[in-house]
């Protein structure tokens, strides 16, 4: 199935709707959908390397918005939207752990690390800040950042280094953003549990 997801959505850079798309598959990744926006936003600015820019404050804009929509999702609807979604993903008992043990400092630490390396999933983040009622003025401004950090890095990256560049981010900027976050989240730990 996420196979299926991912091809269906790489087929969307083709077309003539392509930002349309792209807004769209932003919005949803960041409340509801598995496949990030990454998978549409690449190839599109690989193709039209002039328009990275463009793309990226597309996907920036609808991310904050669907981040917006997730926030929601999690402060007023969590029973009746929010479980049932985590539960389609499997990922309700690891929200429920996050849960009770995040606080802002956790929120924005889990913000920076989603934007850059998508752990946890943008949506987690997203329905976690609704529920234990981060402040919504700061959830944007910090999703804005965080977000928009990602698409202009990768922006300035395709633009910079073009096609070479394709590999190295769907094959190893994953893996150095993933350690750059663990190292993040145990410096977090260390930092509240040490003082």
């Known amino acids: ?25 932003a919005f949803v990744e960041s409340s509801v959908f598995l496949v990030p926006a990454d998978v549409l936003y ?8 002039d328009r990275a820019y463009r793309y990226a404050l597309i996907a920036t804009v609808a991310s904050v918005l669907g ?23 499997g990922k309700y ?3 429920e752990a996050l849960r009770v043990s995040s606080g802002i400092g956790f929120i924005i630490l889990m913000l920076i690390t989603s934007g850059a390396a998508h752990l946890p999933p943008i949506k987690v983040v997203t329905i976690l800040s609704g529920v234990i009622g981060v402040n919504l003025f700061l959830f ?19 633009r910079r280094y073009g096609e070479p560049i394709r590999e190295f981010i769907e094959k190893r900027l994953g893996l150095i953003a993933g350690a750059a976050a663990a190292a993040l989240i145990l410096l977090y730990i260390l930092v509240k549990y040490a003082f």
Do not use: C, N, Q
């Not at 392509?18 to 769209?24: G, H, K, P, Q």
């Not at 690449?42 to 390397?49: D, G, H």
């Not at 981040?67 to 993903?89: C, M, R, S, T, V």
């Open 1 to 25: 199935m996420l196979r299926g997801l991912y091809d269906w959505t790489l087929s969307l850079a083709a077309r003539k709707s392509a930002e349309w798309w792209l807004a769209f598959i």
């Open 42 to 49: 690449l190839p599109m600015a690989l193709s039209r390397p």
């Open 67 to 89: 981040g917006i929509a997730g926030w929601f999702i999690g402060h007023y609807a969590y029973d009746a939207l929010a479980k049932p979604i985590l539960e389609f993903y």
């Open 93 to 95: 008992d690891e929200f």
């Open 140 to 158: 944007i401004a910090l999703a804005t950042v965080a977000r928009g950090g990602r698409f202009l890095l990768l922006a300035w990256l395709l």
